[in-house]
């Protein structure tokens, strides 16, 4: 990849090693990136399209409904370059988080809006190498194999994974935990300023502090570092920036420039939600879930579960291990889930299931809805759990177990047999639920599920207030739940 130093300039990209079997190759075109639950055309930004075989011969290329293909010999290696259109991308995609982003000194490449991967070739291992203006450095997940040069384990990885170059962003190493671990790498941007001192200082501390709640969750080693790429944009760009996108071994955050950045505890959560999901549903996932279907545009009957339990198990994380109090931790998951969930339900039923099949479609109306039943379903189980006296485990014990399982599934976690895992799982028949609330359309019994917080909901007035009558003896849960361990 060659990448100018005038951000206006295409991106050039040569794919070589292209190994032609049954006189085609094809190369896809992605309909989506996984994680943002919307489709995305990125092929039309790829122009001037190229190919070339033996000794430079000139190749046929032909629109097919994969994308593109290539026509030459029955086992000729072939060549290919063609250029991508950063400017029109970033203007013209919906979703901010998945375009290539490209200013004076600074670029952050987008794999999903960049490249293109030949059928039959996404399990293998790719190498990627930059030509970058004199200076400029680069910052990424993927392995470094030499100068400016890097190795995606597949083909996924490599459009999954974001790559930052250039000179206009700082970095700073978070050492890992106590327990062990990988270092965590952040990296920020701030367009149009050169300090960056105030947004570096106060994104690390947050990642952090996210790093060490993390810990508390028991997860399965990724094997590398995490990266932190955190965009600050001035408000001229006239668009919904979204707030971030995760990736195998990294997560990329965005938001206008905000003068008064200061730390807070949603920062902290924040990150640390999308830190997990680099394990849900990266790692673990059902089989609508999974990246090979959602890199199709395919819909998912399970974003109450990607998006709602991980921020649920996000929360348990910031009590468990110190970074927040309970009282803390109680106060933010209400006040993040209760309104959108009693306020933002959609006019007509509709079960969780179907409702994640339409935001799977990008029609992203009730997606605060969404997530927050998903959070509060994830609650509610875990205070059945607490309350079931022929159960030892809770939420993060059946997370954990999910795990397993998954090394028994390689292709995704069978969501049609969902509520019968959970009770396999966690010795606790919770099918009822499942079927009323989740794939039935009947809403769910919110003052029930924060009444065992000691809470209670003022629907006329849209706020949360303390039950005074139970918030003594509603205690023992709430420490059981979220308090440090």
């Known amino acids: ?28 075109r992605h309909w989506g990136a996984v994680g943002a639950y919307a489709p995305s055309d990125f092929g039309r930004f790829h122009h001037d399209i190229r190919a070339s075989g033996a000794r430079g011969r000139p190749l046929d290329v032909w629109a097919s409904e994969q994308g593109f293909s290539v026509t030459a010999s029955d086992g000729e290696d072939v060549a290919l370059t063609y250029e991508v259109d950063t400017l029109a991308g970033e203007r013209e995609l919906d979703d901010f988080m998945v375009s290539t982003h490209r200013r004076v000194g600074y670029a952050l490449i987008s794999g999903y809006a960049t490249y293109v991967v030949a059928e039959g070739s996404e399990d293998r291992p790719h190498r990627v190498c930059f030509d970058l ?3 400029w450095r680069i910052e990424t997940a ?4 030499g100068p400016s040069c890097f190795v995606a384990s ?56 996210a790093v ?29 920036l979204g707030w971030a ?49 959602l890199l199709r ?66 029609e992203h109306e009730h997606w605060f809805y969404g997530f927050s039943v998903g959070a509060l379903l994830a609650l509610w189980l875990d205070v059945r759990l607490a309350r079931d006296p022929n159960v030892e485990v809770d939420m993060v014990e059946v997370h954990r177990r999910l795990f397993e399982a998954m090394e028994r599934s390689p292709g995704g ?44 909901w003022d629907r006329e007035n849209r706020s949360m207030y303390p039950d005074r009558s139970t918030i003594v003896e509603t205690e023992p849960m709430r420490t059981r739940l979220f308090g440090a361990r």
């Open 1 to 28: 990849m060659t990448v100018p130093a005038d951000p206006s300039t295409p991106l050039t990209v040569v794919i070589s090693g292209l190994r032609v079997l049954h006189q085609r190759v094809e190369l896809c």
């Open 133 to 135: 203006p004199a200076e």
């Open 142 to 145: 993927l392995r470094a194999d």
């Open 154 to 209: 597949s083909g996924f990885e490599l459009l999954d994974e974001p790559v930052v170059a250039g000179t206009a962003f700082h970095t700073r190493r978070v050492e890992p935990i106590e327990t062990g671990g990988e270092s965590t790498f952040v990296h920020v941007y701030v367009e149009g300023s050169s300090e960056h001192t105030t947004q570096l200082d106060i994104i690390t501390a947050a990642t952090a502090d």
């Open 212 to 240: 060490r709640a993390l810990s508390a969750l028991d997860l399965p080693p990724l094997g590398r570092p995490m990266h932190v790429f955190y965009e600050h944009f001035s408000h001229d760009l006239g668009r919904d």
């Open 245 to 293: 996108l995760e990736h195998g071994a990294s997560m990329h955050g965005a938001s206008f420039v905000d003068e008064n950045l200061e730390p807070r505890a949603t920062l902290t959560y924040h990150v640390a939600h999308h830190l997990l999901h680099a394990w849900t549903p990266r790692r673990l996932y059902t089989t609508d879930l999974a990246p090979a279907h």
């Open 297 to 362: 545009g395919g819909e998912s009957e399970f974003i109450w579960f990607a998006e709602g339990w991980v921020q649920y198990l996000t929360f348990v994380a910031l009590g468990r291990s110190g970074v927040l109090s309970v009282d803390q931790v109680v106060n933010m998951l209400s006040r993040r889930f209760l309104r959108a969930a009693v306020h933002g339900r959609p006019d007509e039923p509709i079960s969780m299931m179907a409702l994640s099949r339409v935001l799977s479609r990008g």
């Open 413 to 456: 976690l069978d969501g049609s047999r969902f509520p019968e895992l959970f009770a396999e799982l966690s010795g606790h028949d919770a099918s009822e639920i499942f079927a009323r609330y989740v794939s039935g359309d009947e809403p769910l019994p919110v003052d029930d599920i924060i009444g065992a917080l000691g809470l209670g």
